[in-house]
């Protein structure tokens, strides 16, 4: 068996379309011969950093999404409803995403060497702002999102100590950064290593392109279901 190609994924859990490309990629982890590597940075720093604009921030993008997220869900099964305000929730709110994204970060340094804790919280804090409609950026808010991922008050308070500590400052930098080198000016963006070269993906609809580049089969949103049709 060829050894196992390293994709990682960059996130931000304030970003919509970061949600489906993260369900989809670990629907796919034990599908493809692919070893993931999930990498949360901060989608303000991406902007900032590449000279980037939001698409809410020009009106007809912003109507557009709206719809496109809407249809996505129902695609991708993933339970996405976009907030009572999604301006706020993405643009006001989102700049606060620092304090959610470094929370997960602590989570992933707490775990070492795994990813199953960080790949629940995720998922908690995007179903908070992007199925529930409910804040991200408090602590008492985190470590409810912690709780249903199903770490104990022990962990929750151990991991928000360690999320406001310089060296979980420092990593949330550093993860931002190596997107920025690589060429990111947004999320979620995915990176396949190939031969020794790593191959840029952006956005949730790459997905064919990607498992052609990587050799194998795209099998569509729901591969488990696709693969029982076979």
């Known amino acids: 068996m060829t050894s196992k190609k390293v994709i990682e994924l960059f996130y931000d859990v304030v970003s919509p379309y970061s949600w489906l490309g993260f369900e989809i990629m670990c629907r796919y982890r034990n599908v493809w011969n692919i070893e993931l590597k999930l990498r949360p940075a901060f989608l303000g720093g991406i902007m900032q950093g590449s000279g980037n604009k939001p698409p809410g921030l020009v009106p007809n993008k912003f109507m557009y999404m709206t719809k496109d997220l809407n249809r996505l869900a129902q695609y991708f099964d993933v339970p996405l409803q ?10 006001k709110k989102g700049t ?8 997960v970060a602590a989570v992933q340094e707490r775990e070492k060497g795994g990813d199953k804790q960080v790949e629940q919280v995720s998922r908690e804090l995007w179903r908070r702002i992007w199925s529930e409609d409910k804040d991200i950026t408090e602590p008492a808010s ?14 929750i308070k151990e991991v928000l100590q360690m999320s406001t500590s ?3 400052k420092d990593k ?3 993860t931002t ?4 080198d690589i060429g990111a000016f947004g999320f979620p963006l995915v990176v396949c290593h190939v031969d020794g070269k790593p191959e840029m993906f ?8 990607m498992a052609h580049c990587i050799g194998e089969k795209w099998l569509g949103p729901q ?6 049709k076979l």
């Open 82 to 91: 976009p907030p009572s305000d999604p301006f706020e929730a993405m643009f």
């Open 223 to 228: 591969p488990g279901k696709s693969a029982a």
């Open 166 to 168: 310089k060296e979980i």
């Open 202 to 209: 952006f956005g949730s609809d790459r997905f064919e392109l």
């Open 177 to 180: 950064q190596d997107a920025l």
């Open 142 to 155: 985190l470590s409810e999102a912690a709780k249903k991922a199903g770490l104990s008050d022990g962990e």
């Open 172 to 174: 949330l930098k550093s």
């Open 96 to 103: 606060c995403s620092l304090s959610a994204m470094r929370f």
